[in-house]
């Protein structure tokens, strides 16, 4: 699913990295723990989180995520936003919340991240 | 840096609660071996052991190095803090154990997958502490 479509299923507003939208991805992983997104995700992923702290931006770093999906209408600081613009992260936000956002992604076929005990 | 004999050491003093900084250690050691052409898989596994490495010497320690040392080998990686020492490691290699703040725990980490996610990510992991003194932990990421 590309970044684009994305932002038109979650109404969402794109903060950083417009450049990027046509960016393909493959699943989404829903956390609000980074550590449990360092250790969950293998793949082309989307992070959607309502935690707005720069280490969100240094997980997607270490983990090869390109973009990042705020929910609950959350904004982030502008430390953030120029991290993520530095490491060509694609920041948005939706009003959404975290289970709405999960759904309506996974509705359209974006499926999660699985873990290995599945 | 230092790279004669083919061999890169990179170094970084990490400082306690300085959670403004956390991350750019590991964020500049992803950056180089991206530079040295290492596959991406192996970079990510670098770059997620040597992080959750660095924020435990943020959260956790009175501050401490982490040491890089790239060979066309292999990737090692030492944590050395100053203390206070792990009381319990098998305790603390535990999922979801951990002694972190709220503080902490507001800011994503705290779940306690640090030391497990690091063992995960490397091909040898070594871990020696003691309760008050300090903690070595030592990596090994094989390149090939």
């Keep these: 699913m590309k970044l684009s479509e994305i932002r038109d299923i979650l109404d969402a507003k794109v903060l950083v990295g417009q450049e990027f939208l046509d960016r393909e991805v493959f699943s989404a992983f829903s956390s609000d723990l980074m550590s449990d997104v360092l250790a969950f995700i293998n793949e082309k992923s989307i992070l959607l989180t309502g935690l707005t702290n720069p280490q969100v931006i240094r997980t997607a770093e270490m983990a090869d995520l390109f973009a990042i999906v705020f929910v609950r209408g959350k904004v982030p600081s502008k430390d953030l936003l120029d991290l993520a613009l530095e490491k060509n992260i694609t920041i948005m936000t939706t009003e959404y919340t975290l289970y709405t956002t999960s759904g309506k992604l996974y509705e359209k076929g974006l499926r999660g991240v699985e873990t290995e005990d599945v | ?105 507001e800011l994503g980490f705290g779940a306690g997958m640090g030391l497990p996610n690091m063992k995960k990510c490397s091909d040898i992991f070594n871990i020696i502490s003691r309760e008050n003194e300090e903690t070595l932990v030592s990596m090994k990421i094989y390149i090939k």
């Design chain 2, 1 to 105: 840096m230092d790279g004669s004999n083919n061999k890169i050491t990179l170094e970084y003093n990490i400082m306690q609660n300085d959670f403004k900084c956390a991350g750019e250690a590991s964020s500049n050691v992803k950056k180089i071996l991206n530079q040295l052409g290492i596959d991406s898989k192996i970079v990510r596994r670098a770059a997620i052991a040597t992080y959750e490495a660095e924020m435990n010497i943020v959260i956790h320690s009175l501050g401490g190095k982490i040491i890089v040392t790239i060979t066309s080998d292999v990737i090692e990686i030492k944590a050395h803090d100053r203390g206070p020492g792990i009381k319990d490691i098998e305790l603390a290699m535990q999922e979801g154990y951990s002694t972190a703040s709220n503080l902490v725990r």
